[in-house]
């Protein structure tokens, strides 16, 4: 990654995980997936027929997709926007989700990473959508694995400028997700997982917006003056706490 440049995009480039961190990480993941989500997915399919996803032909067109999987990100984020502002309540956070903020600078890994609670809670919205809206099999498949790859991505600590999410009107991706892990408990900020529209309309998001116009004006006086910003992404720790 460092002969490739990718390092330049790494949004918090102090902060260093190491391998031992990453496989720890990867370890605990892996665990919850056999013990929990695994036997969780085996024993599934009598409660997709319950809701009437289909699993034979015809199967669905791509407009049916399309359709289908819009409404399931619109159910997901809004239901998810008020589960997670929950879980940064003092209780909610001390009992279950500090779990997943062990990691103020996150990985990819990292996405499923939390108290088996928290996945158990968080995957209420998930389902949500094709409970309400049931679909084919397919499009429940593709939904399962774009979600993922969306967490994943928001949780990567890397914001590259020619990802195609960059086109989703009000996608947050991983700069916008980073901040929030970055100012962890305190944080009142960023609590959408996929969109922005939540934080904006409930005025949730003022810690960022303070957050990106202290950096723009860094960036200024770093051209007028000749200086830098020290190397950090984030401005005073402090300052963003308070926000």
Excluded at 132 to 155: D, K, N, S, Y
Excluded at 159 to 173: A, E, L, M, S
Aim: proline fraction near 5%.
């Amino acid at each position: 990654m460092r002969s490739l440049g990718f390092l330049k995009y790494n949004i918090q480039p102090k902060v260093k995980t190491s391998l031992s961190e990453m496989f720890r990480c990867y370890k605990d993941v892996m665990r919850m997936f056999v013990l929990l989500v695994g036997p969780l997915q085996l024993s599934s399919y009598p409660s997709i027929k319950m809701i009437g996803i289909r699993t034979g032909l015809p199967l669905p067109s791509m407009w049916e997709i399309l359709a289908q999987l819009t409404v399931y990100f619109m159910i997901e984020d809004y239901t998810n926007y008020w589960i997670h502002r929950f879980l940064h309540g003092k209780w909610g956070y001390e009992n279950i989700h500090r779990v997943h903020h062990e990691y103020s600078a996150p990985i990819g890994f990292a996405a499923p990473y939390a108290h088996w609670l928290e996945v158990l809670i968080l995957g209420i919205p998930t389902f949500l959508g094709p409970a309400i809206v049931p679909g084919h099999m397919i499009t429940f498949w593709l939904w399962i694995a774009l979600r993922q790859i969306e967490a994943i991505e928001t949780h990567s600590g890397y914001d590259f400028p020619w990802t195609p999410t960059k086109y989703i009107p009000f996608y947050g991706g991983a700069d916008y997700h980073d901040y929030h892990h970055y100012v962890g408990q305190q944080s009142q900020s960023n609590f959408a997982s996929v969109f922005t529209y939540c934080d904006y309309i409930y005025g949730t998001d003022k810690g960022y917006r303070y957050h990106k116009k202290v950096l723009r004006k860094l960036n200024v006086q770093s051209r007028i003056y000749g200086t830098q910003n020290g190397g950090s992404y984030y401005a005073s720790t402090q300052d963003l706490k308070s926000q």
